[in-house]
């Protein structure tokens, strides 16, 4: 198998400005991941009670972390779900791109280290 040469400090640098556009082009995001739902009312007399009724909804909840690590949700009106679906959608996005672009900036400065001769240490434990 021929060994994938590594890219040069220039490459890194370009690859790295075409993630800096790409995030400068994120839209509007949101937190939080989307769920559809459909409920029961609770009325013993609705439709909703009898066994195998597709009950009530969708109605469309946006869920985050609150604080103790509980998921709220938050209802989203219908004419925003689809808004919200991409909001979400650019929200993963930004955070793959910005991962990205922190990836490629740590081996840029290793490559400029390296450049000079330098480098980082072997890992050396934390002083408590
Ligand atoms: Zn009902």
New binding site residues.
Partial sequence: MPNQPLPTLHELEIVRERLKEQIAQIGDLRLGTLSESYR????PT????REGDP??GPFYLLYRRGKGQKAIGHAIPGKYVEKTREQVAECHRFRELCREYMEISEQIGDLKMKAQGEGLSEPVKKNS
């Fill in positions: 029961k009312c609770g009325k609705c439709h909703c009670a009950k009530h």
